[in-house]
């Protein structure tokens, strides 16, 4: 949620937004028009990366949220014109959901709409196994829309997600995916919405997981290029640390390239159908930036970055490598391909 009054127009966000070359100047008026509900160059400009609210948050120290601005006033102008077939897709709500029960002493993990979207076996782990399983589009926590001009879609059905996700009775529930935590952890809260349960981030279950296994680890030995999900720009103070820890305890060498952290790049799906030549400039620097810092793969945290950058990193020679598969092969349950 935006919070003016946190917003000081300094401009900063604007200027250090890696799709648009503001100087300070125009950052300041740009961010002085969104505050004001202008139609103005950001709305069409932005890809909506989420990149800004991090800088907010975690640069300036004000977590005033310009791109839940931006968000806001994409639906309201009407400025970024996604066709309703995407916004039709992205609506994983349709979609048949199923409880699989697992053992009553273990938690409940929600996979939301993405097995179709994971990499083949991706769950099929000791990490894993008695856990109950939540899945589909009853659980379907709407964070998508917000990447295509539709907040108030995330808005009016985030009591929906955190009650389908509550009547699971669970004192705690693992999210699969980061969206369905950072709704759970900072969309639902700033709406108001109180959230019964405890939400676990998949890389801190994993992380615990391998920390309470080291024994059965293999150290991987590879270089890899970590690629940044949009969502992770609410939660990076929490998750950028896990994730090391994680990366360091499986035995990969997290590549210090330009497109990593705060310099993260979007994977593209999102934008790709309105913008597709900044988006194929904006995987091939990201690919391009992975390969020239001696990466051997690229590991993914969403599935939807997995789907959508996994063919072309093969094709530059480049292992793409879901979360859930680099813990796999530490624990010798998957080859490194
Ligand atoms: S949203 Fe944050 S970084 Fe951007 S202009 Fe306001 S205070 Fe500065
Ligand atoms: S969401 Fe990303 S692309 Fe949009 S203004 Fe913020 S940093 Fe730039």
Redesign the pocket.
Known sequence: MWHPE?????????EACQYVNYDSEKAIAE?KALMEGKKTDILKDCVTCMA?NE??ADV?G?A???FDRIAELHEKTGIQHVPPAIVNFLNGSVMRSELIKGDPDKPVMSICVQEAMLPARALESQMFDGLTIAKGGKYFCFFAQLHVGKESITRENMPTFVNAVASLGAKEVIFLHDECHVAATKIAPDYGIEVPFKSIHIIEYMLNYLKEHRNNITKINKKIACHRNCSSRYISAEIEPMLDELFELVGVERVARKYDRDKGLCCTFAFGPLMPKKAEEVREMNIADAKEHGADAMVFVCPWCWRTLAGECEEHGLSPIFITDLCRMALGEKKLS
């Open positions: 946190r917003c000081d127009l300094c401009g900063e966000c604007l961010i800004c800088y907010c300036k004000n005033a949220n310009p």
